[in-house]
């Protein structure tokens, strides 16, 4: 999930090209009111975005009781983020732009193969 329509395309196009379905989303509100949000087996979402950051929309989630594992990515880290993501029950924080491979690693460590490959 990110604001920016271009890393959007770009990352879920990778995402896609390695055999996971996909959705994105443009804000948190989009994140919250999607109804299927659920069955989220992972969500990357930037920590800055108009309206409802990352985090916030993160806490929305834990209320909820249903978060998925989650990574933050972030053009605009700042000590304060980087302290608020370190209290939270995520995987991290990769600081943009990250290497598509990094993600890839992360993304087959946190759900194994994905199913085109199984």
Not at 10 to 29: K, Q
Not at 69 to 86: A, I, K, M, N
């Amino acid at each position: 999930m990110d604001d920016d329509e271009a890393v959007r395309v770009a990352l879920s196009s990778f995402i896609r090209s390695s055999g996971w379905a996909v959705e994105t989303f443009d804000s948190a509100a989009a994140l919250l009111a999607f109804s299927a949000r659920h069955e989220i087996a992972l969500l990357i979402a930037d920590i800055r975005m108009p309206g409802m950051s990352g985090i916030e929309m993160f806490d929305q989630l834990v209320k909820t009781g249903k978060q998925p594992p989650t990574l933050f990515v972030s053009s605009y880290c700042t000590p304060e983020h980087q302290r608020r993501v370190g209290q939270l029950k995520v995987l991290g924080l990769m600081q943009k732009p990250f290497s598509l491979s990094t993600l890839s690693e992360l993304i087959v460590k946190t759900l194994g193969d994905p199913p085109a490959a199984a």
